[in-house]
């Protein structure tokens, strides 16, 4: 995305700066650390604006069926009956989009380059008269999280803030605006706590997970060109350019609006979708709750066959039946003969992911035609004959560059993580080199089938026969490739020498399924979200149940406990990252076979069943309130988020 000229932006009738109200629209907020503060420039400004536009995940023809797989009827634009068998072009989605797309925009940003984007809710217009369907909040208002950066609760995009300060609502509502400034300034001004891939997406209370749903994710990568000649790195050391510092794979280029791209380095959303069949009636409690009238729901829809369906389910989570990669189900990459650098996002509501690289000889064959069905035909499709062919290098995850490359098989993506990796697309896992036209499968080997947990992975119970092809890569000719795959990257910032000292004292919160359902089903403590409150811990072994409040420039350890057997968190804390250092009651930071990210800094703590995880973090820089949450958005959307805050 290119930022916006100042000759523009400084002629706004409300231009963002760092004075007494003007971080809003509503002249009631002010920028809690403004970049000259910091020895910082002022930041590169950018707008985007929330929009009713549509979107298509597919282009391709597609044939509807049935749950046991058999073709089956479809309905036209007015409801209108499709006889069985015939080939169908997908209605486009209305979608919530950031500038309209989805995903929404990428914004690449370097350290100390601070930027600043005014996110404009324009939710209430719809020209193109589009069907709002029924989903996504009600009010069309929106609150937008840059996860995780280190910024001002101002500008964090969270409702403990936004139900007490600024909109004083759950969200911006439709002609509002808001400045979010991100600093680009690692916490505590530490370099070691430099992080690579951002992302930004909506936090709007009670339908975060309908607003994501409905396209609110945009894409935020972060270069670092700080000069490495001190540590043996000669230029800046990840800034896109792989003859300098730590030489990933990227060749940048600089363009006159003052934005970058950088070949070879590619950023892969993933999210699953669920379309309507036009048959099932849509029914939950937000319909009773009158939240869509105009859909008079309890009812079907044939309308809207082929759109994307969406209900609450808060019981399970939601998970689609369809997988896309940056908005588009199924794609194909022809990729050059070199090594490419991938940032991957978990960009789903509930579903987690597990990849490999597979080749095959006979290709993806739909899972309809292989006699699977029901809860065995999400995905689309199966590579019977599928076999690994490629490892994955991992260099970094959630936290930024990791301290060394971790070479894997598989790894697993849960909703809002992120993991970087170097594939070569020279040479086969045998040594064997590639040819030009060879394929290779980014490959789907975790079984989901409900909201809950997996029922087949690599850690639990392998299945071989489930592995959905997502990408399908295909190998061109041979490039220039003069990036390396380094032996040292980030140091980890130092952890204390006592920090086993502070388990008599740390704050402990265990979230669970409540008993009451509805909009409070997802508990954490045993108590809904309050956004009036900070949280309270569980009693430690020091007898005393501390608020969630901490002191600026403090660390702690805080403890997050899966409180059931048979589902699994992802569970976020906002604002700074954190050092996992226990895992049900071991110690790990010398690293965990099952955990193998715990010996690198993450901003989402992966809850196993009934697992106890103890993590150490800071709480630097500013002040005022935050929030901590399950990252399964219909968890979330639900109650399964506290308040917490920084005091002076």
Not at 98 to 113: A, D, L, Q, V
Not at 118 to 124: A, I, P, S, T
Not at 223 to 230: V, W
Not at 589 to 616: C, K, Q
Request: with cysteine.
């Amino acid at each position: 995305m290119a930022p916006c000229p100042k000759s523009d932006y400084t002629t706004w009738s409300q231009p963002p700066g760092p004075g007494v109200g003007q971080q809003n629209s509503l002249g009631n907020q002010r920028h809690q650390i403004w970049p000259g503060q910091i020895g910082s420039p002022d930041p590169i400004v950018y707008k985007i604006e929330h929009l009713v536009s549509a979107h298509s995940f597919t282009t391709s023809q597609v044939l509807p069926i049935d749950a046991l797989g058999r073709p089956t009827i479809s309905f036209d634009a007015s409801g209108a009956t499709v006889s069985a068998g015939t080939l169908r072009t997908l209605p486009q989605s209305t979608i919530y989009g950031f500038n309209g797309t989805f995903p929404g925009p990428m914004i690449n940003n370097e350290y100390g380059r601070p930027a600043l984007v005014r996110f404009v809710n324009r939710l209430d217009e719809n020209p193109m008269n589009l069907d709002r369907q029924d989903f996504g909040a009600p009010d069309w208002s929106a609150l937008i999280h840059l996860h995780n950066a280190h910024t001002a609760p101002e500008s964090d995009g969270n409702p403990h803030y936004s139900m007490r300060y600024g909109p004083q609502h759950h969200g911006f509502r439709p002609g509002q605006w808001v400045d979010q400034l991100y600093l680009n300034w690692p916490a505590g001004g530490d370099d070691r706590e430099k992080q690579s891939f951002f992302w930004f997406h909506d936090h709007r209370m009670d339908h975060t997970g309908a607003n994501v749903y409905k396209g609110m994710v945009g894409l935020f990568p972060m270069y670092d060109p700080k000069d490495g000649t001190s540590v043996g790195r000669p230029g800046g050391l990840d800034m896109g350019d792989e003859r300098q510092g730590f030489r990933l794979p990227g060749v940048r280029t600089n363009n006159p609006d003052g934005s970058f791209d950088v070949k070879y380095d590619v950023p892969l959303a993933f999210f699953d979708a669920r379309l309507d069949d036009g048959v099932t009636t849509h029914k939950d409690m937000h319909d009773g709750m009158g939240e869509f009238p105009d859909a008079k729901n309890p009812a079907t829809h044939p309308e809207w066959w082929g759109k994307t369906f969406y209900k609450h389910m808060p019981s399970h989570g939601f998970i689609g039946d369809i997988f896309t990669v940056n908005g588009t189900a199924y794609p194909v990459m022809k990729v050059d003969r070199r090594k490419y650098r991938f940032r991957f996002l978990d960009c789903s509501i509930s579903r987690i992911y597990e990849f490999k690289l597979m080749s095959s000889t006979q290709g993806p064959k739909s899972s309809a035609s292989l006699g699977y069905t029901g809860d065995e035909l999400q995905g689309q499709y199966r590579i019977p004959d599928a076999q690994q062919c490629m490892k994955f290098t991992q260099i970094a995850n959630d936290g930024g560059l990791l301290p060394f490359p971790i070479t894997r098989d598989s790894f697993e993506l849960w909703p809002a993580k992120r993991r970087e990796v170097i594939i070569d697309f020279t040479r086969y896992q045998d040594g064997t080199p590639t040819t030009k036209g060879d394929v290779v499968y980014l490959t789907n080997v975790m079984r989901m089938p409900d909201g809950r947990m997996w029922s087949n992975s690599s850690r639990f119970s392998p299945d071989p026969k489930y592995t959905v092809p997502m990408l399908k890569f295909v190998i061109g000719d041979d490039a220039p490739d003069n990036s390396q795959i380094p032996t040292a990257m980030r140091p980890l910032p130092p952890l204390p020498s006592n920090w086993q000292s502070l388990l008599d004292n740390r704050l402990i919160f265990e979230v669970q399924r409540g008993s009451a359902g509805g909009e409070i089903e997802w508990l954490i403590n045993g108590k809904p979200f309050d956004p009036s409150t900070v949280a309270t811990s569980l009693p430690n072994r020091a007898g005393k149940t501390p608020l969630a409040q901490q002191k600026k420039n403090s660390f702690n350890l805080w403890e997050i406990r899966n409180g059931g057997g048979g589902w699994v968190h992802p569970f976020h804390l906002h604002m700074e990252e954190h050092r996992t250092v226990m895992r049900n009651n071991k110690d790990v930071t010398r690293g965990d076979p099952s955990h193998p990210d715990d010996v690198s800094r993450e901003d989402v703590v992966a809850l196993d069943p009934g697992e106890s995880t103890i993590v150490y973090r800071g709480f630097r820089d500013f002040v005022g309130p935050y929030v901590a949450h399950c990252h399964n958005l219909a968890h979330e959307d639900h109650a399964m988020m506290i308040g917490w805050e920084i005091t002076p």
